[in-house]
């Protein structure tokens, strides 16, 4: 059973930075992409960035030069980099594998992690 375990959320002020990690652990094969999402009070989940077993990366436009994604392949880890946060980057931050197999035969899907929270105060 594949497990995604997120970590590093917290209370930070404006202007200061967190590193999120994401952990998958069970039976994996592959994972085509790793990325984090978030969703705040009231709006919807949104893509924040994603990062492709190559390497190649995706972000947001409202995040694009202060956080940065990176990804262990070798330990199924994906990290976020977060600095000069704002207060509306406060949310639930979850973490996703695009297209994960278990095994090489097994049918691709996607998995989610609970979720972690960044609070931004002013």
């Known amino acids: 059973q594949v497990q995604l375990v997120e970590s590093g959320g917290g209370l930070v002020q404006a202007g200061g930075s967190l590193r999120l990690s994401c952990a998958a652990s069970?039976?994996?094969?592959?994972?085509?992409?790793m990325g984090w999402y978030r969703q705040a009070p009231g709006k919807q989940r949104e893509l924040v960035a994603a990062?492709?077993?190559?390497?190649?990366?995706n972000y947001a436009d409202s995040v694009k030069g202060r956080f940065t994604i990176s990804r262990d392949n070798a330990k199924n880890t994906v990290y976020l980099q977060m600095n000069s946060l704002k207060p509306e980057d406060t949310a639930v931050y979850y973490c996703?594998?695009?297209?994960?197999?278990?095994?090489?035969?097994?049918?691709?899907?996607?998995?989610w992690g609970k979720g972690t929270l960044v609070t931004v105060s002013s």
């Open positions: 069970g039976s994996i094969f592959s994972i085509n992409a």
């Open positions: 996703n594998a695009d297209r994960l197999k278990t095994t090489m035969y097994a049918y691709a899907r996607d998995y």
């Open positions: 990062i492709t077993s190559g390497g190649s990366t």
